[in-house]
T-cell receptor, first 117, second 113 residues
Framework: AQKITQTQPGMFVQEKEAVTLDCTYD???????LFWYKQPSSGEMIFLIY????DQQNATEGRYSLNFQKARKSANLVISASQLGDSAMYFC??????????????WGAGTKLIIKP | DAGVIQSPRHEVTEMGQEVTLRCKPISGHDYLFWYRQTMMRGLELLIY????????DSGMPEDRFSAKMPNASFSTLKIQPSEPRDSAVYFC???????????FGPGTRLTVL
């Protein structure tokens, strides 16, 4: 079974609108971390935001926020006031804390976001 | 502050040749990761080091792949002999204390003809 599911292969959004990128996860580990990375067409992977499973507040970093709904196992990325430079692939990833996970990040398939002017 | 540095950025080689990819992690980071990204398989973790010691190399596809980290500021990923199916983007990433918030280098795009 998929541990990280990103159901939106691609999205088109008008500039300045808010964007929500979906991510659901599956784990039985009570301690885990969730990450979002951005990969623009230039290819680099840029860390955006992190949410720990025990964090009480939703993580925020500038225009990025993570809508963490633990009971639903959902960790959606919200980008406020989208900009043309937000066009990129976005990856959701999870790390489980159990010893046999070897700290590997489990990656989703990604969502390609295109911001229209 | 300098991020993770990888070289070369692009490599084109012929099947059977040896390829060496290089990585300089962020200063002070004690975890280093090598990934491979392809359209078909997405991002795959090949190997990771903690304090220069290989911890998990279960993702290394074959004996043709080897990785070393002789010191805290340098790592190499070697493919010998290279094959066309090794064509991919290879990323190096590093992190500090916790192995999960990883910072990636720009990647090396490898093409094996």
């Amino acid at each position: 079974a998929q541990k990280i599911t990103q159901t939106q292969p691609g999205m088109f959004v008008q500039e300045k609108e808010a964007v929500t990128l979906d991510c659901t996860y599956d784990t039985s580990d009570p301690s885990y971390g969730l990450f979002w990375y951005k990969q623009p067409s230039s290819g680099e992977m840029i860390f955006l935001i992190y949410q720990g499973s025990y964090d009480q507040q939703n993580a925020t970093e500038g225009r990025y926020s993570l809508n963490f709904q633990k009971a639903r196992k959902s960790a959606n990325l919200v980008i406020s006031a989208s900009q043309l430079g937000d066009s990129a692939m976005y990856f959701c990833a999870m790390r489980e804390a159990r010893m046999d996970s070897n700290y590997q990040l489990i990656w989703g398939a990604g969502t390609k976001l295109i911001i229209k002017p | 502050d300098a991020g993770v540095i990888q070289s070369p950025r692009h490599e084109v080689t012929e099947m059977g040749q040896e390829v060496t990819l290089r990585c300089k992690p962020i200063s002070g980071h004690d975890y280093l990761f090598w990934y491979r990204q392809t359209m078909m398989r997405g991002l795959e973790l090949l190997i990771y080091f903690n304090n220069n010691v290989p911890i998990d190399d279960s993702g290394m596809p074959e004996d043709r792949f080897s990785a070393k980290m002789p010191n805290a500021s340098f790592s190499t990923l070697k493919i010998q002999p290279s094959e066309p199916r090794d064509s991919a983007v290879y990323f190096c990433a590093s992190s500090f204390l916790r192995p999960d918030t990883q910072y990636f280098g720009p990647g090396t795009r490898l093409t094996v003809l």
